[in-house]
């Protein structure tokens, strides 16, 4: 514990994450940032191994990643920083240094950030974990924005019915703003996807995507939404974000690729 601080202050790292199933810093004072690992990475598994605990460490880093992309887009972060990670039991542990600026992960993130508002990207994730944990009236449902580089995109698609959000003020139709959510959630049962505007705007929802889809890759089992909103990423300088309706993982696309994958049950 003493040698992760250290290390921490050492190198100025912008987080620490305690991946120990006790909680080791919980009640520790410190002046940098400490997220915990959730109960769900709590292994039963009593195996003590170097091998082990490597390979928890591994996944648990895999999952807080995405966590850090959010405190980045929230500006809680910053995106050069230094994250130390500590994991372990009485017997043995790791510490881990990750410096982000040396990421070629978080360099492709960096390049989402340059695309959109960073605000806007963070909250159409937001909603979307938020219509992936919650549903619609006792339904799961999938769903997708389609997030910036809006003429390129409007010209690749056409409406499947009439637009929702057409003639109403911007101020109602900024996903930004909270307040907008439950009309958002409420389309999002449609066909289609919902067009976003580079600084957040609504301007579309129930429109089709008229992409080529060859040779575009997305994980086994996905259906014609996600690979279309992955398409669209290749063909324009828009970010995806999807909403699967089986299991509600959120996923964001960039240049035809995956870049990330959120499970919304897992994160507040």
Same mark, same amino acid.
């Given at each position: 514990m003493k040698a992760a601080i250290e290390l921490a202050r050492r190198t100025n790292?912008?987080?620490?994450?305690?991946?120990?199933?006790?909680?080791?810093?919980?009640?520790?004072?410190?002046d940098i940032p400490v997220i915990f690992c959730d109960s769900h990475e709590i292994s039963e598994d009593r195996n003590t191994g170097v091998e082990f605990f490597f390979n928890r460490t591994v996944r648990?880093?895999?999952?807080?990643?995405?966590?850090?992309?959010?405190?980045?887009?929230?500006?809680?972060?910053?995106e050069e920083g230094i994250v130390i990670a500590v994991h372990g039991d009485e017997n043995m542990g790791f510490i881990l240094s990750y410096d982000l600026s040396k990421s070629a992960t978080f360099e492709d993130f960096r390049d989402t950030l340059s695309r959109v508002d960073p605000f806007v990207?963070?909250?159409a994730i937001t909603l979307a974990m938020e219509i992936g944990?919650?549903?619609?009236?006792?339904?799961q449902i999938g769903t997708a924005f389609i997030i910036g580089d809006e003429m390129e995109v409007l010209k690749r698609s056409h409406q499947l019915i009439l637009n929702p959000f057409e003639g109403h003020p911007p101020e109602v139709r900024d996903i930004k703003n909270r307040e907008n959510w439950e009309a958002i959630k409420e389309f999002a049962q449609l066909d289609g996807v919902f067009i976003i505007s580079s600084d957040g705007i609504v301007i579309s929802a129930g429109r089709y995507l008229d992409v080529d889809a #060859?040779?575009? #890759?997305?994980?086994?089992g996905l259906g014609g939404r996600h690979i279309a909103a992955a398409a669209i990423?290749?063909?324009t300088e828009?970010?995806?974000?999807?909403?699967?309706?089986?299991?509600?993982?959120? #996923?964001v696309?960039?240049?035809?690729e995956e870049i990330m994958e959120i499970d919304p049950n897992l994160f507040p």
């Open positions: 790292a912008s987080l620490i994450l305690d991946l120990t199933p006790e909680r080791i810093l919980e009640d520790v004072e410190i648990s880093l895999k999952s807080f990643r995405d966590l850090i992309y959010r405190k980045i887009l929230r500006g809680e972060l910053e990207l963070h909250s944990r919650e549903g619609r009236e006792g339904q #060859r040779g575009v #890759r997305v994980r086994a990423t290749r063909e828009a970010i995806a974000v999807t909403v699967s309706k089986s299991g509600g993982i959120v #996923r696309y960039k240049d035809g």
